[in-house]
């Protein structure tokens, strides 16, 4: 139980650290924030790869994990910074 | 042993580092001048935790099958895809982020979860990353316009029914199921009302409500994934995911509040039935122009803001309202743009496009910081925008839209509408600005209608 008030204490702190970080961002970056955000969010990838495998099915689970994770950050990271590279400034 | 639990303890190290890189990673993509290298220090970070987590994986063959398989889909999805579906796209690869947390909480279900708490993780983990992942596949669908369901059906009150019948099952699977384990596969029936209720979650949410619940969405994913954090006891996974659910529930609160509505009211009531009696039956004469009547009053301004809203979109019109503007500036005209949180279907749906068709997002202006000079504007361009316009915000109390910030175009010195038709827009509103004494109706598709103006200008 312990390790779990642990982790809860780094859930919270990260969630007000990034609600401190991005309260002030600019209407421009509504997107590229949102398409960034959500590449982060394929850190799911990290979790897939350490996915037990005992079963057939945990093995066929863990290996769609990996893949729809994977679309989720190499999909995410590309469309972002094509996204960004358009913005210019005058 | 000792060697496997040095392994862990750099694994976490390197946990911490990567963790760091995300902050400042997702710190800078909130900066115009740093988003670039912001993007690029988070994709660093989760190359680093990636590769770190990869040392003791069990069946690297398998694995690095499944990452090349993702990193070909996903790269051809991102490269290919043009700029004006930029909003489903976010959407899918946000649902696919929340399958895979989906995953990971079904295959720790097999693993037999040892304690209470796990257990109750697991349920919950399944939950979100199940509703993220069907909720953004029928936002997907709404988006690309190739799923249309009326709120109205029955399908929707079917599919609505099902959400709330999902929660309560979970309620059921968290709290009932590990005191008296019933007779039947309940982590299966959980499954699938999960996905049923993301389904239902999302279809009742009409369009103009969308970014809304994209940036919700978005925030699941990041959510789920910190759960998924907590289930596996992964640091990395439970800052990061952390941070991307801060972020979306910013930008959510970001999109209610340029709407005016609580997100319960964007989500579970929705404009019709939030205010049933609005009898501003306006009568009046809408006054018509022509293009070439229209090119002489833009040669003679001194200063025009356009609004764009989602007709732009549709019209695909950003690059031959980038060329007028081009044409009114190098006439002396100050063009400035003049961009509501939400209009079009994502937040920053607008500046995406403009930034696409070359316009720089230094001439972007939001509505507080214009409004109040807006008596200097001597022709304001309304482009496919609607309800973000509409004048009964502030002046008519018992309009569903009363109190929403708008950009006020209605105290222009002159207002040209480009419009279609006389249709209302996403809130179903009559829009009295039609009808006001400084405004002029330019019927037609919006491309056309700015193609002939540029076309005028260039004579």
């Known amino acids: 139980m312990e390790i779990y008030i642990l982790l809860g204490f780094v859930l919270i702190l990260s969630i007000y650290l990034g609600l401190e970080l991005i309260s002030k961002v600019p209407s421009t970056l509504h997107t590229p ?21 005992d079963t057939q099915l945990q093995q066929a689970l863990a290996f769609l994990a990996v893949m729809f994770a994977s679309i989720n950050v190499f999909g995410g990271y590309l469309v972002t ?7 210019k400034k005058k | 042993m000792s060697f496997f639990e040095n392994i862990s303890s750099i694994q976490n190290i390197i946990y911490i580092f990567s963790s760091i890189l995300f902050i400042s990673g997702i710190k800078m993509l909130g900066k115009e001048d740093t988003a670039v290298r912001g993007n690029f220090l988070s994709a660093l970070a989760m190359f680093i935790a990636v590769s770190v987590t990869f040392i003791n994986v069990i069946n690297p063959i398998l694995v690095l099958v499944g990452i090349g398989i993702g990193a070909i889909i996903g790269s051809l999805i991102a490269l290919k895809v043009k700029m004006t579906s930029i909003p489903e796209m976010v959407a899918l690869f946000n649902g696919f982020g929340g399958l895979a947390t989906f995953f990971i909480a079904w295959s720790e279900f097999n693993s037999i979860p040892s304690n209470n708490f796990q257990y109750l993780l697991v349920m919950i983990t399944t939950y979100i990353g199940g509703v993220t992942f069907s909720g953004s596949v029928i936002a997907y669908g709404k988006l690309s316009e190739t799923l249309k369901v009326e709120k ?27 005191i008296f384990s019933p007779g039947f596969d309940f982590y299966t029936i959980l499954l699938i009302l999960t996905l049923l209720g993301g389904v239902g979650f999302v279809i009742p949410i009409g369009g103009g409500d969308m970014p809304v619940v994209i940036s919700l969405l978005n925030s699941f994913s990041g ?5 998924a954090g907590l289930l596996l006891l992964n640091n990395v996974l439970i800052v990061a995911g952390s941070l991307v659910g801060a972020s979306g529930l910013i930008l959510t609160i970001i999109m209610a509040k340029a709407m005016n509505r609580s997100i319960g009211n964007i989500l579970f009531v929705g404009y019709a039935s939030s205010s049933s009696t609005s009898k501003s039956e306006e009568t009046g004469e809408v006054k018509p122009i022509n293009v070439s009547d229209a090119y002489l009053i833009l040669e003679n301004a001194s200063s025009v803001l356009v609004i764009p809203g989602y007709g732009m979109a549709v019209a695909q019109a950003q690059h031959v309202v980038r060329e007028l503007g081009e044409l009114l500036e190098a006439n002396g005209t100050e063009v400035r743009y003049g961009i509501h949180p939400v209009a079009g279907r994502m937040p920053g749906h607008m500046n995406v496009l403009l930034a696409e068709a070359n316009v720089p997002y230094d001439v972007l202006v939001e509505p507080e910081d214009v409004n109040p000079s807006m008596d200097t504007v001597d022709v304001a361009v309304v482009i496919g925008a609607n309800d973000v316009v509409n004048p009964s915000a502030t002046e008519e109390p018992g309009s569903p839209i009363y109190g929403m910030p708008i950009i006020e175009v209605h105290n222009a010195r002159t207002v040209f509408v480009l419009k279609r038709s006389m249709s209302s827009g996403f809130a179903g509103v009559q829009n009295p600005l039609f009808f006001k004494e400084n405004t002029r109706m330019l019927f037609g598709d919006a491309k056309e209608s700015i193609g002939g103006l540029v076309t005028e200008f260039k004579e």
């Open chain 1, 33 to 53: 924030l949102m398409s960034g955000a959500n590449a982060i969010s394929g850190i799911a990838l990290v979790g897939a790869l350490v996915l037990g495998s």
């Open chain 2, 223 to 227: 959510i789920a994934a910190a759960f």
């Open chain 2, 152 to 178: 109205s059906s029955i399908i929707t009150k079917l599919f609505t029914t099902l959400f709330y019948i999902s929660i309560i099952y979970l309620l059921y699977s968290i709290f009932i199921t590990k």
């Open chain 1, 81 to 87: 910074n094509r996204m960004l590279k358009m913005f």
